[in-house]
Antibody
Framework: EVQLVESGGGLVQPGRSLRLSCAASGFIFDDYVIYWVRQAPGKGLEWVSSISWNSVGIAYADSVKGRFTISRDNAKNSLYLQMNSLRVEDTAFYYC????????????????WGQGTLVTVSS | QSVLTQPPSVSGAPGQRVTISCTGSSSNIGAGYDVHWYQQLPGTAPKLLIY???NRPSGVPDRFSGSNSGTSASLAITGLRAEDEADYYC???????????FGGGTKLTVL
């Protein structure tokens, strides 16, 4: 069974940093592209970032480009999101999600989601 | 403002059929990029419902179906049941943004 468990969320002040982690199990981690998708409380889903199986392919939403960095450690079956210069509008549940192929491709979809970790940016 | 536009809410009585639209443009659905649908039950993570426009993952009832035409896609749910009450999101890819894009979501209420 595919399992994705996010951690690292919490309350942080605007301008500060936070690092999210996602522990994966139940599948061959380095066979798949992995995503971060966020959802502000009571709002819709927003794609944040994608990373290919070998970390060569990386993409970011414009809203986080230059502030967030996605990375993965295939030896540890783990995904990370380093979030710098956090803003109030970054407040959201952050989901780790698994794609269906190894590389970033337009026709990809997400077939498994974690339960999310809440990041609250507030002074 | 989402790149893909969905109605904020739809409703139907048990046993009825409802459809949820997802309207895009020539840089996403209209460009031929597939549409996928997710169901999010209250307080839970999203779950894949339809992939590749009209394919159901194992375990998803055939009451759920997807279609698309031109710059729009639709999710149809027949034989509505109380447990279908959830938020539904469409997803595609936008070549102008070079981004994965989601619709704003539609809340389905079973009356």
């Amino acid at each position: 069974e595919v399992q994705l468990v996010e951690s690292g969320g919490g309350l942080v002040q605007p301008g500060r940093s936070l690092r999210l982690s996602c522990a994966a199990s139940g599948f061959i981690f380095d066979d798949y592209v992995i995503y971060w998708v966020r959802q502000a409380p009571g709002k819709g889903l927003e794609w944040v970032s994608s990373i290919s199986w070998n970390s060569v392919g990386i993409a970011y939403a414009d809203s986080v480009k230059g502030r967030f960095t996605i990375s993965r450690d295939n030896a540890k079956n783990s995904l990370y999101l380093q979030m710098n210069s956090l803003r109030v509008e970054d407040t959201a549940f952050y989901y780790c999600a698994k794609g269906i192929v190894p590389t970033i491709a337009p026709q990809n979809w997400i077939d498994s989601w974690g339960q999310g970790t809440l990041v609250t940016v507030s002074s | 403002q989402s790149v893909l536009t969905q109605p904020p809410s739809v409703s139907g009585a048990p046993g009825q059929r409802v459809t949820i639209s997802c309207t895009g443009s020539s840089s996403n659905i209209g460009a031929g990029y597939d549409v996928h649908w997710y169901q999010q039950l209250p307080g839970t993570a999203p779950k894949l419902l339809i992939y590749g426009n009209n394919n159901r993952p194992s375990g998803v009832p055939d009451r759920f179906s997807g279609s698309n035409s031109g710059t729009s896609a639709s999710l149809a749910i027949t034989g509505l049941r109380a447990e279908d009450e959830a938020d539904y999101y469409c997803q595609s890819y936008d070549s102008s943004l070079s981004a994965v894009v989601f619709g704003g979501g539609t809340k389905l209420t079973v009356l």
